[in-house]
């Protein structure tokens, strides 16, 4: 049985996806460093450093079904080391005297930071696309919506109207910032590592840079300029990059639950029946994905923290701090696809109120509209004055729970230089939006400009 919330048959599909946890299981990391090997072998013989047939005998060989991963966690156990039982265990099963020649030249660190390397791309490439998949999402949101009036607000207070289509193009403007941060990441950072002990290459012989080369192209990665088994800043801007999609998605799950409160009720996660909300109250309702984004968020933000331990490698190599990055990055990659994975469910399924969000302007009685009202009255009595004289009307209506149109009509200063026809028009939130449809337009089409330049996943 599992021991952690990613892979517990109870709890993981609140932690993790299926696709994430196939892509990191312990197959999978296993397979990534038996290609590494097979890959390096098969570069050597065509440099004819080994034998062709040595080659062609480890990459028929280097399958994870060839080996016994009982052997393999039970020879970590006894030597303490992590890779040598794997290579063993493939030197066994490979026939004659050809397994003598796996791993030639390469150090652990090598095998395993390109291993975890590769595992973290096919991961990036799936978060990239289900975050594409996420703004198109936001994208018809705000289309549809560019003109829906809502309450805006600040400090978790009503502020002053704006249109639901604004509020999802803050969401699709932070997230399209997510995925050209995601494009830079995928230029630089995914590299392999075959550089030997210290990184000069010297076991690798006089063909040392063609061999890892060659061997780091085979396998998908692109080639580093220097060994960077203790610089560990790809995997630093890797992580904050991921952490930042992770607390985007976050903020708008915990922004969609605040809005499917029962006094608010502007937005839902759609309902399926059958989903039970409380063992103990039946009629509830929760947000569960909007939650869930929120809790995985917070998860994923600590891991990246952790992920920047390793930048402080020392040497050439450090096994200490290198060790970190084995939990804390592939944590940040697998919360994040979870993260990216329900986001997609939720918005591309978000059940949107334009009636609630009507009538909540009106919670305040006028209140929400003192700000026109104020400005208004400042272009007759000064911008301050009338700051100072709306404010004591707002407190009063506050205070009665009246209404504000009343309470500024028995304002001699306000009666005197506002007629109550204009006050009518001042009070209607529908006419203070701003620019808020103009903002909502301007997002999307510059969005969808920039998706046409994106590559595929």
Same mark, same amino acid.
């Given at each position: 049985?599992?021991?952690? *919330?990613? !892979? &517990?048959? $109870?709890? @993981?599909? %609140?932690? &993790? +996806?299926? +696709?994430? @946890?196939?892509?990191?299981?312990?197959?999978?990391? $296993?397979?990534?460093?038996? !290609?590494?090997?097979?890959?390096?072998?098969?570069?050597?013989?065509?440099?004819?450093?080994?034998?062709?047939?040595?080659?062609?005998?480890?990459?028929?060989?280097?399958?994870?079904?060839?080996?016994?991963? &009982?052997?393999?966690?039970?020879?970590?156990?006894?030597? /303490?080391?992590? $890779? %040598?039982?794997?290579? @063993?265990?493939?030197?066994?099963?490979?026939? =004659?005297?050809? =397994?003598?020649?796996?791993?030639? =030249?390469? #150090? +652990?660190?090598?095998?395993? !930071? #390109? /291993?975890?390397? *590769?595992?973290?791309? @096919? =991961?990036?490439? %799936?978060?990239?696309?289900?975050?594409?998949? %996420?703004?198109?999402?936001v994208l018809q949101l705000t289309d549809q919506y560019a003109d829906t009036v809502m309450a805006g607000r600040t400090h978790s207070q009503q502020a002053i109207p704006i249109t639901f289509g604004y509020k999802t193009a803050v969401w699709a403007s932070e997230i399209r910032r997510d995925i050209e941060r995601m494009k830079e990441c995928r230029k630089r950072d995914f590299v392999g590592e075959l550089a030997g002990a210290v990184g000069t290459m010297a076991g690798f012989g006089d063909r040392a840079v063609e061999v890892s080369d060659r061997t780091i192209l085979r396998l998908g990665l692109d080639i580093p300029e220097i060994a960077w088994h203790s610089s560990r800043d790809r995997m630093a801007e890797i992580v904050s990059v991921l952490g930042m999609v992770s607390c985007t998605l976050g903020k708008i799950g915990n922004e969609v639950a605040s809005l499917q409160q029962t006094e608010t009720a502007e937005l839902a996660e759609k309902f399926k029946k059958g989903a039970v909300g409380s063992s103990t109250m039946p009629h509830k309702r929760n947000p569960v994905i909007p939650e869930t984004l929120h809790t995985l968020a917070r998860l994923a933000k600590s891991s990246m923290s952790a992920s920047f331990e390793s930048m402080f490698s020392e040497h050439e190599r450090d096994g200490a701090l290198w060790k970190i990055e084995w939990k804390s990055v592939n944590e940040v990659v697998i919360l994040t696809g979870a993260i990216a994975a329900k986001a997609k469910k939720l918005l591309g399924n978000l059940t949107v109120d334009p009636e609630r969000m009507r009538r909540n302007l009106d919670l305040l009685k006028g209140l929400m509209m003192s700000e026109p009202v104020m400005l208004k009255l400042g272009e007759k009595v000064g911008k301050q004055t009338a700051h100072e004289i709306i404010y004591e009307i707002s407190m009063d209506t506050f205070e009665e729970n009246a209404d504000f149109f009343d309470k500024l009509k028995e304002n001699k200063i306000v009666s005197d230089n506002i007629s109550g026809k204009e006050l009518k028009e001042l009070l209607d939130p529908t006419a203070y939006t701003g620019k808020s449809s103009y903002f909502a337009h301007r997002v999307s089409e510059n969005i969808k400009r920039a998706r046409l330049n994106d590559e595929s996943a």
């Open positions: 049985m599992a021991c952690n *919330m990613l !892979d &517990s048959l $109870l709890f @993981r599909n %609140v932690f &993790s +996806t299926p +696709t994430m @946890r196939k892509i990191f299981d312990d197959k999978a990391i $296993l397979q990534n460093w038996l !290609d590494i090997e097979a890959a390096l072998a098969q570069t050597q013989a065509e440099l004819d450093i080994i034998p062709k047939e040595a080659a062609e005998e480890i990459t028929r060989k280097a399958k994870v079904e060839n080996l016994n991963i &009982s052997e393999i966690e039970e020879g970590i156990n006894a030597i /303490g080391h992590s $890779l %040598v039982p794997t290579l @063993r265990n493939l030197q066994k099963v490979c026939d =004659g005297n050809y =397994g003598e020649y796996i791993h030639l =030249g390469a #150090t +652990t660190q090598d095998i395993i !930071d #390109t /291993g975890f390397m *590769m595992a973290i791309k @096919r =991961g990036f490439q %799936v978060i990239y696309q289900d975050l594409r998949d %996420v703004e198109e999402a």
